[in-house]
């Protein structure tokens, strides 16, 4: 199971959390203590260790503007938070991450339009929205590929959520802050260590009904 860790806003941020188990390394491309100078994150990536991604944070950003921070980051996938269209990501020319506040019929409807490379339900950050992603929905969500979802503060409900939906990764951000744009070993840990336990739980939990 993948483990991706955004808000990444400087190199030590990036080795901190590569150290913690990190697969994916999220930047945030929006005005704000956490966005990323794109010309750091290209140092950053050019020392990546093979196999882990780096990802691209934008949000209803004209394309001009995107295409241009994603040639000179060198990041290989857009993650997208706003209300960007099937046609705007195709445009883009790398791998997307289409973001929802949740998963519901509307929400499967407009992801099917989309060619994306995953999927990413963060209630709260799309629009303001507040809520929870119920199971079921993230379940017929993976009908369309790879679905990322928001961990849930705790141990036990990240446990519940991996348990019930078995996604292709968990997602972090400001959880794992201590200030905006500063990153914290032990919460990465504490992070990690709760994914991989419940993804090992699960596992275990699918070899026994076989």
Request: aromatic share 6%; proline share 5%; with cysteine.
């Amino acid at each position: 199971m993948k483990i991706k860790i955004c808000g990444i806003s400087s190199p030590r941020d990036a080795e901190l959390a590569l150290s913690e188990g990190a697969d994916l390394l999220g930047f945030v491309f929006l005005k704000g203590p956490r966005r990323a100078d794109p010309r750091i994150v290209r140092e950053v990536i050019r020392r990546l260790p093979e196999g882990i991604e780096a990802v691209g944070l934008f949000r209803n950003q004209p394309l001009a503007e995107v295409r241009s921070i994603l040639g000179e980051s060198g990041v290989t996938i857009a993650q997208l938070n706003g209300s960007e269209t099937p046609e705007f990501a195709s445009a883009l020319g790398v791998r997307v991450i289409k973001t929802f506040s949740t998963f519901t019929k509307r929400s499967l409807e407009e992801l099917s339009r989309y060619d994306a490379f995953a999927s990413l339900a963060e209630p709260g950050r799309v629009s303001g929205a507040k809520g929870s992603v119920d199971p079921d929905w993230a379940v017929c969500a993976k009908k369309f590929g790879r679905v990322l979802l928001s961990a849930p503060a705790g141990a036990e409900a990240i446990h519940d959520m991996i348990h019930r939906v078995r996604p292709w990764g968990v997602d972090a951000g400001t959880s794992t802050d201590t200030s905006p744009g500063v990153k914290d070993a032990g919460r990465i840990r504490a992070l990690v260590a709760a994914v991989r336990a419940a993804d090992l739980d699960t596992q275990k939990i699918r070899v026994t009904v076989r």
